[in-house]
């Protein structure tokens, strides 16, 4: 099992840079795929970028692609996500999830842990 806290979310102008966190407990980080999610007001939770257990495999959201990039540091046993040249629709709640697994997973039913979960809101 592992357990997943995410931080770095606030306020921002459009335009504007943030880097998520998402801190792992546990021995085990290195054995999961990560995804970054994210969710809107009156919207459904969407996918945002996922990574691969190693890293070598990474994959976007085409309304994300060329400005997030997702990352890990498994010695640190955190995943990040850098977003830049955010935009107004770019505000949700931003999600970190974890799936036992070796490649990248795109499925939001395909993740078995989730963190709690940190507001980005950017503002015009």
């Known amino acids: 099992q592992v357990q997943l806290v995410e931080s770095g979310g606030g306020l921002v102008q459009a335009g504007g840079s943030l880097r998520l966190s998402c801190a792992a407990s546990?021995?085990?980080?290195?054995?999961?795929?990560m995804g970054w999610f994210r969710q809107a007001p009156g919207k459904e939770r969407e996918f945002v970028a996922a990574?691969?257990?190693?890293?070598?495999?990474?994959h976007y959201a085409d309304s994300v692609k060329g400005r997030f990039t997702i990352s890990r540091d498994n010695a640190k046993n955190t995943l990040y996500l850098q977003m830049n040249s955010l935009k107004r629709e770019d505000t949700a709640v931003y999600y970190c999830?974890?799936?036992?697994?070796?490649?990248?997973?795109?499925?939001?039913?395909?993740?078995?842990?989730w963190g709690q979960g940190t507001q980005v809101t950017v503002s015009s």
């Open positions: 999830a974890a799936k036992s697994g070796s490649y990248y997973y795109v499925g939001l039913g395909e993740y078995d842990y």
């Open positions: 990574i691969s257990r190693n890293g070598g495999g990474t």
């Open positions: 546990g021995r085990t980080f290195r054995s999961y795929a």
